[in-house]
């Protein structure tokens, strides 16, 4: 049974809960955490009953949590980073420093989670923006391009006519007369 606990298997997950006696912290069998002596080690078939013996969740993984899933709360952090600072020239690294993991993990990560690269994710958000200044606004085309973020108006008429099919002249046109 030590090395179900051990073996990270989320198949397992649900089944039962071990709790580590020398921490006081109780876990998922999937949990990543270092494998505990054999001897320090008991077993539980719901977090409910860890608790009531005194042991508290693990913080890595969660035990607590019905739905717990890590990817997706990295996902979470990304995009609410992302959209936090969308006016910033953002690179791959910086975010993945500010998410605590590599900027490798996070592209693939996100990619597998969202169908979208970081970057894409970055620009639909830099359009979108753009999108509403130019409806509420009169301010000039490459001043909300260096206003959402662009650093250049060539990535930004490029990313504006992928992603609605028109030039920002030709969005702001056709807006204005209420098509």
């Known amino acids: 049974m030590v090395?179900?606990?051990n073996s990270c298997d989320h198949s397992y997950d649900g089944q039962f809960f071990y709790a580590v006696k020398t921490t006081g912290i109780f876990c998922?069998?999937?949990?990543?955490?270092?494998?505990?002596n054999k001897e320090n080690i008991t077993f539980f078939p719901t977090a409910e009953e860890a608790?009531?013996?005194?042991?508290r969740p693990c913080k890595r993984c969660q035990p607590d949590m019905i739905n717990f899933d890590p990817q997706m709360d990295l996902?979470?952090?990304t995009k609410a980073y992302i959209q936090a600072n969308y006016m910033?020239?953002?690179?791959?690294?910086?975010i993945a420093q500010h998410i605590g993991i590599s900027p490798y993990y996070l592209g693939r990560v996100f990619k597998k989670q969202t169908s979208k690269t970081p970057r894409s994710f970055l620009e639909h958000i830099r359009v979108r923006k753009a999108v509403e200044l130019l409806i509420n606004t009169d301010r000039s085309i490459i001043d909300i391009c260096y206003e959402v973020g662009f650093q250049?108006?060539?990535?930004?008429?490029h990313a504006f006519q992928k992603q609605t099919q028109c030039t920002p002249q030709q969005y702001r046109k056709d807006f204005s007369y209420g098509l």
């Open 3 to 5: 090395k179900i606990a």
């Open 28 to 36: 998922r069998p999937s949990c990543k955490s270092r494998c505990p």
């Open 51 to 55: 608790k009531c013996a005194g042991f």
């Open 75 to 77: 996902i979470n952090d």
């Open 88 to 94: 910033e020239n953002l690179t791959l690294t910086q």
């Open 152 to 157: 250049n108006a060539s990535s930004f008429y």
